[in-house]
């Protein structure tokens, strides 16, 4: 079959179906420029706090007391949080752990991810009577 024919035959049905490719491709090239990508933003000075099982455990302070978190995740999503949604907490497993160094971990909102938390640790320790 020559090349002349292959391109005559259904001339329009294939321009037709040119010119709609093209349009849906314009399309969700748009739309994929519009939804904001990730964003990262970090919450300074937020509260650590304690979290234990048991209600009988002795009062307990944390060195360092605030916590810088980094979060990351849909554009819209970070810049509608605010400091309320970012909770901060070291969590004392032992009932008997009346000191020591502990992971700080981070609490956000689904659909966002905790990128860093400086500290990494805190010491907990006995509240002293003042």
């Known amino acids: 079959m020559p090349l002349r024919s292959i391109l005559a035959h259904h001339f329009w049905l294939k321009l037709l179906s040119l010119v709609l490719a093209s349009l849906i491709w314009l399309t969700v090239k748009a739309n994929l420029g519009t939804t904001g990508g990730d964003a990262t933003r970090t919450f300074n000075n937020r509260p650590i706090l304690l979290l234990t099982d048991s209600a009988e455990h002795v009062a307990m302070v944390s060195s360092p007391n605030l916590a810088n978190v980094t979060v990351r995740g849909p554009a819209l999503l970070i810049q509608e ?38 500290p990494l640790t805190a010491t907990v320790k006995p509240a002293t009577a003042q």
């Open 81 to 118: 949080m605010t400091d309320q949604d970012v909770h901060v907490y070291v969590r004392l497993h032992d009932r008997n752990q009346t000191s020591g160094e502990l992971p700080v971990h981070a609490h956000v909102p689904s659909g966002a991810t905790v990128a860093l938390v400086t």
